[in-house]
Each structure stands twice: as structure tokens, then as C-alpha cells.
């Protein structure tokens, strides 16, 4: 299973790859504009908030290439997913 941490050394490395494995380059980055930018240290910026990555997969009879049952969707939340319906 992915983890928080795996995800957050991935950005790190694709951060120094970025700037020529060079850390202090890492640090000057300014490129605002990437969405990577405020993981650059491989650190969650603001770890309180919850960002829906890496979060454990929802097994469904859906998902597992059953039929639908009702209860909970492929997308993990509860319900037909129709709406307004």
C-alpha cells in the first residue's frame, strides 16, 4: 500500500530531479505555478488537512468485478451515486 511518506519521498525526488540533484537549488525553486511546489521538502505543508491520497482502498463487490449490492460505491461513498435521480 502507498503511505503519506511514500508519496511525500516521491515529490522530493522528482524535485531534486528537477533542479539538477542539487538541494540548494531545491530551496531557491520559483516556480510557484507547480503543483509540487509546497512539497518540495518532501514535508506536508499542513499535515491537519486532509488531501485524499493515499488513503486505504474501499473493496466493493464493484470494484472486485461483481455485480452492484447497493451499499458503498467504487468511489467509497454510500448510496445509488445518483443525485437528483
Given amino acids: 500500500m502507498t503511505t503519506k511518506a511514500d508519496i511525500l519521498r516521491s515529490i522530493r525526488e522528482k524535485c531534486l530531479d528537477c533542479c539538477g540533484d542539487q538541494r540548494s537549488e531545491v530551496a531557491k525553486c520559483t516556480v510557484h505555478r507547480c503543483a509540487l511546489h509546497p512539497f518540495r521538502y518532501g ?6 488537512q486532509t488531501r485524499g491520497f493515499a488513503r486505504a482502498r474501499v473493496y466493493t463487490a464493484r470494484s472486485r468485478g461483481g455485480g452492484s449490492s447497493g451499499g458503498t460505491t467504487g468511489d467509497g461513498f454510500s448510496g445509488s451515486g445518483g443525485g437528483d435521480q
Avoid at 514535508?43 to 491537519?48: F, K, L, M, T, V
Fill in 43 to 48: 514535508r506536508d505543508p499542513d499535515p491537519s
